[in-house]
C-alpha cells in the first residue's frame, strides 16, 4: 500500500490525517464485544479496490457486471446503467435465483427506502411494494400494517435460508430525518453536505439489535450464522497490500480492467454458539476471502447448480470455521447503545445559501426551457397553419396531443432512460450524451458540460408547454392569414416570404405572448437526490451472515447483514 496517502493527497481539500484513523474499541462496544467472544478474519478482502454498487454486486452475483456494448467492466458506481435508481436495471445471474431454483427460501430486509439489491432484475420482480413484500422486506416496521420485518421473523422462527440485511445508507425519508447506520465515513446527505456525519454508534445500535433478536430465540440462533462485514473499506488505510485475484469474467469477456486484484481489506465477523473464537484464515494454499467467499459457502452448504462466475467458483469456503461438539458459546451481554445522531445542525444554518442555490438553478432552468419553447413553437405553429392538412401537420398535432397526455415525471424517466442510457449503449460509447444529475460533471466544467447536464431536464419541461403554445400558434397565424390585408398584401405580389414573416407572424404573436405570460410559474422546489447508497466503513455494519441447521450455521451472504439456513455439517 506504498504510495496510497501521497495518492490520496493529491485529491482536491483532502485532508491526509482522515484516512489515517481508527475507532478504538469504545467507540465500537458491540463490535468489540462480538469480535471478542466469536470469529473474525484478517484475511478478508473487499472484491475489488472499487465503490460500494461493484463489491456489493460481487457479493450477490459474483461479478461486478460489465456493459456488453462496450465490453467493459463497471468500475464506478455512476456508470451503472440508470444509477442511482434501483429499478432492476441489471438482468444477471445471482444468488436469490440460484437458491429458488434449488427449493431454497430468502429474503432481503431493508431499513432505507429501498435496498440496493433491488437494482438486480430478479430481486427487482420479487419485490410486492403493496401486498406481502414478496421476498423484500422492511428490517423495522414503522408501522407496516401489510408485511412483517426482520424482527418478526427471528421472534417466529422464520427466517429462510438465506438472509440480507441492508442498513440505513442515508438521512432523507418520508417520514422526516433519519439517522443513518451504515457506518460509512462522510455526510448524512446523499449529496451534498449538510454538516452532519454519520455516526458510528447508529451502526452498533443496529448490530446490537439483530444480536439481540437472534439471542433471544436460542434453537434459531443455533443453526443461524451471523455474518458481519462492509462493501468496500471507505476510503480508510490499511497496510496489506492486495493480492491478485482470479477474474470474475472468462478470458476475453471484458478489455482493460478485468478485476484480477482485490481490494482493501475489510472487517468480517462471524456469529454463533458453534464457532472457533479467534481468528479465522482461510487454508495457506488458497486465495484470502472475500465477498465471493460467501456466495462459495452457500453453493457448498445448499448443493446450488451452476455458476455465477469464475471468482466464486475458486474462492474458498468457510469449511472448518464451525465446530459442531465444542460447547456453545455462552452469548455476551451487550445492552443496545444510543444512536448519538444530532441533526440539529441541520437547521442552525440560515436558509438563504439554499434558497439562492435553488432558486438560480431553477430561473436557469426555466430560462432555457422558455427559450427553446419559443424557437420549436414559432417554427411549429407557422408551418402547419401555412402548411395546413400536411403530412408534418398532421405529426404535430399527433405529437402535440401526446405531448398533453405524458405526465412531466414520467416523461423524465423516459429521457432518462432512453435519452442517457439507451443511446449510450446504441452509439457504443462509454460515456452518455447527456447526464441526468448534477449541473456539471465531478472536476469537469464548460459551456458543453453545463448543456450537457441542462438538456434532459429543459427538454422535461418544455415538452407540455411546446404541446399547448404550438396549437396556440397555429390557430392565432391561421387567424391572422385569413384576414383581409393578408389578402392584399398577396394580391398586390407582396412576396410570400414576405408576408408570412413580416406582416402574419407579428400579429400572430400577440395572443400567444399573452397566453406564454399566464403560463410561465416560477416555482421553487427543494429536490434532494437520491444517494449512492453505500455500503459501510471501517467498523462492521451487518453484512452477510448465514445459517445452518442442527449445530452447523448457515451463511448469510452479500453485503450488509445476511442470514442464511443449511441442513447437515459442512
Not at 105 to 132: F, Q
Request: aromatic share 12%; hydrophobic share 40%.
Amino acid at each position: 500500500m506504498m504510495g496510497f496517502v501521497n495518492d490520496y493527497a493529491t485529491v482536491k481539500n483532502a485532508k491526509p490525517a482522515n484516512i489515517m484513523q481508527y475507532f478504538v474499541a469504545q467507540n465500537v462496544p458491540v463490535t468489540q464485544a462480538l469480535a471478542s467472544t466469536y470469529a473474525v478474519s484478517d484475511r478478508y478482502f473487499a472484491s475489488g479496490p472499487v465503490q460500494t454498487w461493484p463489491n456489493r454486486l460481487f457479493s450477490l452475483c459474483g461479478t461486478p457486471c460489465f456493459d456488453a456494448r462496450t465490453k467493459t467492466a463497471y468500475v464506478d458506481n455512476d456508470k451503472y446503467p440508470d444509477y442511482p435508481l434501483l429499478i432492476g436495471q441489471l438482468d444477471q445471474l445471482s444468488i436469490f435465483e440460484q437458491l429458488d431454483r434449488a427449493g431454497h427460501s430468502w429474503k432481503v430486509y431493508y431499513d432505507d427506502e429501498a435496498p440496493v439489491a433491488a437494482v438486480i432484475k430478479y430481486v427487482a420482480d420479487h419485490w410486492d411494494h403493496v401486498w406481502d413484500g414478496g421476498n423484500v422486506w422492511p428490517f423495522e416496521s414503522h408501522p407496516d400494517l401489510f408485511h412483517g420485518d426482520f424482527f418478526d421473523d427471528v421472534a417466529k422462527g422464520q427466517l429462510p435460508t438465506f438472509s440480507l440485511i441492508e442498513p440505513r445508507y442515508q438521512m432523507l425519508s418520508f417520514r422526516g430525518e433519519i439517522a443513518p447506520n451504515s457506518n460509512h465515513p462522510g455526510d448524512s446527505l446523499p449529496v451534498g453536505d449538510s454538516g452532519i456525519p454519520i455516526n458510528v454508534s447508529c451502526g452498533e445500535q443496529l448490530l446490537a439489535k439483530v444480536f439481540q433478536a437472534l439471542v433471544a430465540n436460542p434453537t434459531l440462533f443455533a443453526t443461524t450464522l451471523l455474518v458481519v462485514t462492509y462493501d468496500e473499506h471507505g476510503g480508510l488505510f490499511d497496510h496489506v497490500t492486495p493480492p491478485k485475484a482470479r477474474s470474475p469474467f472468462p478470458p476475453g469477456t471484458v478489455t482493460g480492467f478485468d478485476y484480477s486484484v482485490y481490494g482493501v481489506r475489510v472487517p468480517a465477523l462471524f456469529i454463533n454458539p458453534y464457532v472457533k473464537p479467534g481468528i479465522f484464515r482461510p487454508p495457506a494454499s488458497t486465495p484470502p476471502f472475500d465477498h465471493t467467499s460467501l456466495l462459495a459457502t452457500l453453493k457448498t452448504q445448499f448443493n446450488l447448480s451452476g455458476s455465477l462466475s469464475p471468482r466464486v467458483d475458486s474462492a474458498p469456503t468457510l469449511t472448518g470455521l464451525m465446530n459442531a461438539m465444542q460447547p456453545a458459546i455462552k452469548a455476551p451481554t451487550i445492552p443496545i447503545p444510543a444512536c448519538n445522531w444530532d441533526s440539529s445542525t441541520l437547521r442552525r444554518g440560515h436558509a438563504h445559501p439554499m434558497i439562492r442555490t435553488a432558486l438560480w438553478n431553477t430561473i436557469q432552468l426555466i430560462v432555457w426551457a422558455v427559450i427553446l419553447c419559443v424557437i420549436l413553437n414559432v417554427l411549429i405553429g407557422v408551418y402547419s397553419a401555412v402548411r395546413q392538412y400536411s403530412a408534418l401537420d398532421y405529426t404535430f398535432t399527433i405529437g402535440a396531443f401526446i405531448g398533453f397526455s405524458i405526465p412531466t415525471f414520467f416523461f423524465g424517466l423516459l429521457a432518462i432512460h432512453f435519452l442517457t442510457t439507451e443511446l449510450r449503449h446504441w452509439l457504443g460509447w462509454s460515456e452518455p450524451l447527456f447526464y441526468s444529475v448534477g449541473i456539471h460533471s465531478s472536476g469537469t466544467s464548460g459551456f458543453v458540460d453545463y448543456l450537457r447536464h441542462a438538456a434532459l431536464p429543459v427538454l422535461t419541461l418544455s415538452v407540455q408547454l411546446v404541446a399547448s403554445w404550438s396549437r396556440y400558434q397555429r390557430t392565432a397565424m391561421l387567424d391572422v392569414l385569413g384576414a383581409d390585408y393578408i389578402r392584399t398584401a398577396r394580391a398586390k405580389g407582396v412576396p410570400r416570404r414576405t408576408v408570412i414573416f413580416k406582416h402574419a407572424l407579428r400579429n400572430a404573436l400577440i395572443p400567444l405572448t399573452t397566453v406564454m405570460a399566464v403560463d410561465i410559474e416560477l416555482r421553487v422546489r427543494f429536490h434532494k437526490p437520491a444517494r449512492d447508497a453505500r455500503r459501510t466503513t471501517s467498523v462492521s455494519m451487518i453484512g452477510p451472515g448465514t445459517r445452518m441447521r442442527t449445530r452447523t450455521p448457515r451463511l448469510t451472504a452479500a453485503t450488509s447483514a445476511s442470514v442464511v439456513r443449511s441442513s447437515g455439517t459442512k
